[in-house]
């Protein structure tokens, strides 16, 4: 099993920054993609942004400009820094890990538990 655990998450007044943490543990063979997603109250979860292993960055068109994706795979961590901040980017922001286990040859999604971010008008 792969466990995600995100950190960084908060309380924070619109135009302000937050930068999330999510590190990966377990009998991790490789990641392949490492993301964010959110869901919102009363809202589908929805991609924020994806890393692949190589370092390409994807982003929702929502995000672009304000977000930025990072992942140091040395670490099995993936970050996000948040900037200008927007009160409808409240939400339950998650990390997903797309990872091959030791010794197995399929590859799975992996979800943390989710951090809140809450963004104040």
């Known amino acids: 099993q792969v466990q995600l655990v995100e950190s960084g998450g908060g309380l924070v007044q619109a135009g302000g920054s937050l930068r999330l943490s999510c590190v990966a543990s377990g009998s991790i063979f490789s990641i392949n993609v490492m993301g964010w997603y959110r869901q919102a109250p009363g809202k589908q979860r929805e991609l924020v942004a994806t890393?692949?292993?190589?370092?390409?960055?994807n982003y929702a068109d929502s995000v672009k400009g304000r977000f930025t994706i990072s992942r140091d795979n040395l670490k099995n961590t993936v970050y996000l820094q948040m900037n200008s901040l927007k009160p409808e980017y409240t939400a339950v922001y998650y990390c997903?890990?797309?990872?091959?286990?030791?010794?197995?040859?399929?590859?799975?999604?992996?979800w943390g538990q989710g951090t809140q971010v809450t963004v104040s008008s």
């Open positions: 997903n890990a797309n990872s091959r286990l030791r010794g197995q040859y399929a590859w799975y999604d992996y």
């Open positions: 890393i692949a292993s190589g370092g390409s960055p």
